[in-house]
T-cell receptor, first 116, second 114 residues
Framework: AQKVTQAQTEISVVEKEDVTLDCVYE???????LFWYKQPPSGELVFLIR??????QNEISGRYSWNFQKSTSSFNFTITASQVVDSAVYFC?????????????FGAGTILRVKS | ETGVTQTPRHLVMGMTNKKSLKCEQH?????MYWYKQSAKKPLELMFV???????ENNSVPSRFSPECPNSSHLFLHLHTLQPEDSALYLC?????????????FGQGTRLTVV
């Protein structure tokens, strides 16, 4: 069975601080995919990144960076110099290979509050 | 025009009503999904459709009835719901067979059952 754990229920930071959101996953499959999504107050889930299990390169996109470590089954997300607009719920998700489509298993989410 | 559009955005219905949620995607995807987001539970997958065929039913009660007339449209028909069915219902789409690309989500329908 697959499982995603986001131990941080809620994080509050002051604008311009760096913040890291933790994600730990469990799966017995050797091929799997990890995702991060952002859910602003409007409700839709906004895709941020996808990582394949065989690609452990870290990634940076602007103020966002992701650290994927198979040895610890973690896929952490860091926002550098946070801004108020970063306030949202962030979800980490896992899917394993499916012949048809995609089956995402989500973590419980981390509420990020960035105060000015 | 957003990629995945859901209507209505908000819905209040009585337990004896029948209503439908609609989802439309303009991304050329072949797979569509219904997810449920309750206040105290993680996002749960309900149904998966691939090329209009249902490929996953995650033990969803029969009072939820999905319909996928084509790869661009997905409906969720609701009848005799319970108050605990109140939640945000999210539709998503992705490329289908043989891929695990990211899913794109709509803004959801906030459903309240009274």
């Amino acid at each position: 069975a697959q499982k995603v754990t986001q131990a941080q229920t809620e994080i509050s930071v002051v604008e311009k601080e760096d913040v890291t959101l933790d994600c730990v996953y469990e799966t017995r499959d050797t091929t799997y995919y990890l995702f991060w999504y952002k859910q602003p107050p409007s409700g839709e889930l906004v895709f941020l990144i996808r990582r394949n299990s065989f690609d452990e390169q870290n990634e940076i996109s602007g103020r966002y960076s992701w650290n994927f470590q198979k040895s610890t089954s973690s896929f952490n997300f860091t926002i550098t110099a946070s801004q108020v607009v970063d306030s949202a719920v962030y979800f980490c998700a896992l899917s394993t290979f499916m012949e048809y489509g995609n089956k995402l298993v989500f973590g419980a989410g981390t509420i990020l509050r960035v105060k000015s | 025009e957003t990629g995945v559009t859901q209507t209505p955005r908000h819905l209040v219905m009585g337990m004896t009503n029948k209503k439908s949620l609609k989802c439309e995607q303009h991304l050329g995807h072949n797979a569509m999904y219904w997810y449920k987001q309750s206040a105290k539970k993680p996002l749960e997958l309900m149904f998966v459709y691939n090329f209009k065929e249902q490929t996953e039913n995650n033990s969803v009660p029969s009072r939820f009835s999905p319909e996928c007339p084509n790869s661009s449209h997905l409906f969720l028909h609701l009848h005799t719901l319970q108050p605990e069915d109140s939640a945000l219902y999210l539709c998503a789409s992705s490329h289908g067979q043989g891929t695990n690309t990211e899913a794109f989500f709509g803004q959801g329908t906030r459903l309240t059952v009274v």
